[in-house]
T-cell receptor, first 115, second 117 residues
Framework: GESVGLHLPTLSVQEGDNSIINCAYS??????FIWYKQESGKGPQFIID?????DKRQGQRVTVLLNKTVKHLSLQIAATQPGDSAVYFC??????????????FGQGTILTVHP | GAGVSQSPRYKVTKRGQDVALRCDPI?????LYWYRQALGQGPEFLTY????????KSGLPNDRFSAERPEGSISTLTIQRTEQRDSAMYRC???????????????FGSGTRLTVV
């Protein structure tokens, strides 16, 4: 079936390092992708999104890269801070279907930032 | 309100009982979504509404699960004859419109932790 998955379930980095979190998706029809951050006890929080007509999008300290050829998505966090410690999820969406409101999430990567 | 509000925050129920979980979306948000999240997993889609119309209920696990949004605002997710496997975090989200390739303010609530004993 269609799925969104992550290569690495955990990632530990030192404060100030750059972090890269990866995600593989299998639905070639998906045309919209979102990265979420989820802290303990809270709901997923939007970080950045990208449409399939782009291959890179930058936000504040974050960059999302999309490689449609290999169906791969990554989130880069620059100068990682302890406050970035959380679980990160990628999610995909197919905007052309009747269920355009539906997001399919991956399993999540735990990011731990050491001071 | 300022955010998506869900109640109760925690619910413990005995197996076989019915439960109703409530979601109060952000004011003015057209679309409302229900997800279920197991520990360590990403949210799993259950169903969603545009206004009062249920657009997609393909994620509801079986006919014990139902949802409604009668006036296009507050929604209730009902689980009848609960089973232990129903134990999970149930999350609601709302957005200005269907995602459709744009975030449109898609915001999640803090969830209801359901435990069936």
């Amino acid at each position: 079936g269609e799925s969104v998955g992550l290569h690495l379930p955990t990632l530990s980095v030192q404060e100030g390092d750059n972090s890269i979190i990866n995600c593989a998706y299998s639905n070639s029809a998906s045309d919209y992708f979102i990265w979420y951050k989820q802290e303990s006890g809270k709901g997923p929080q939007f970080i950045i999104d990208i449409r399939s007509n782009m291959d890179k999008r930058q936000g504040q300290r974050v960059t999302v890269l999309l490689n449609k050829t290999v169906k791969h998505l990554s989130l880069q966090i620059a100068a990682t801070q302890p406050g970035d410690s959380a679980v990160y999820f990628c999610a995909e969406n197919y905007s052309g279907g009747t269920s355009y409101g539906k997001l399919t999430f991956g399993q999540g990567t735990i990011l731990t930032v050491h001071p | 309100g300022a955010g998506v509000s869900q109640s109760p925050r925690y619910k413990v129920t005995k197996r076989g009982q019915d439960v109703a979980l409530r979601c109060d979306p952000i004011s003015g948000h057209v679309s409302l979504y229900w997800y279920r999240q197991a520990l360590g997993q990403g949210p799993e889609f259950l169903t969603y509404f545009n206004y009062e119309a249920q657009q997609d209920k393909s994620g509801l696990p079986n006919d014990r699960f139902s949802a409604e949004r009668p006036e296009g605002s507050i929604s209730t997710l009902t689980i009848q004859r609960t089973e232990q496997r129903d134990s999970a975090m149930y999350r609601c989200a709302s957005s200005l419109a269907g995602t459709g390739g744009t975030n449109y303010g898609y915001t999640f609530g803090s969830g209801t932790r359901l435990t069936v004993v």
